[in-house]
């Protein structure tokens, strides 16, 4: 059986897109120019104009100002690796599949060192354009679905609203507050 996880806020102590950002502002400061973009793109998805993932699109649009992701990538990873929690190490098995909605770029090296597969958004790590769905919501389940055949046995997140289908698709869901885990229960 294959258990399943979110990412950000579940197994990573965090938000992994929103520390990548800053930690990507702290050694480049062009970043910063596509900030007009990304508040622009944050006031037009909560006026409902532009949905999640043209939203997202214009937050990641600071990736084309930079010129060796992949060095801040295994940089960040050497610093923030330690925000994996330690109930997930403990507990985590090579079936495992993590489904998130932060970009699979981020995620994926990970895999190796973890042996879980990354299912997540997938954006261009030198421009920010989504090339799928924003992987949430229903999206995950048929994102999973692309690859398993098999059930999941057990999902664990922290959001109820954002993981509600992927949490009763799965034989058993839990919810993560920090390091308390609780079993979900369907109303």
């Not at 610093?79 to 770029?105: C, G, L, M």
């Not at 922290?158 to 390091?179: H, P, R």
């Amino acid at each position: 059986m294959i258990n399943a996880y979110d990412f950000d806020e579940t197994i990573y102590k965090g938000d992994s897109s929103v520390d990548f950002y800053f930690y990507c502002l702290k050694r480049n400061k062009k970043v910063l120019l596509q900030l007009p973009k990304q508040l622009g793109g944050f006031l037009l998805y909560k006026m409902k104009i532009i949905d999640k993932t043209k939203m997202k699109e214009k937050i990641f649009s600071y990736l084309k100002r930079i010129d060796n992701i992949e060095d801040y990538i295994a940089d960040f990873w050497k610093s923030h690796q330690k925000n994996i929690k330690e109930w997930y190490i403990k507990q985590q098995r090579k079936t495992d599949v993590i489904i998130s909605a932060s970009p699979e770029f981020l995620l994926k090296p990970l895999e190796k060192e973890y042996h879980f597969e990354v299912i997540a958004s997938k954006v261009d790590p030198k421009t920010g354009i989504f090339s799928s769905k924003n992987c949430h919501d229903y999206e995950k389940i048929r994102r999973y679905e692309e690859n398993h055949t098999e059930k999941v046995k057990e999902f664990y997140t922290d959001s109820i609203k954002a993981d509600k289908a992927m949490l009763e698709y799965a034989k058993e869901g839990f919810i993560v507050k920090g390091n308390e885990i609780t079993k979900y229960e369907t109303k």
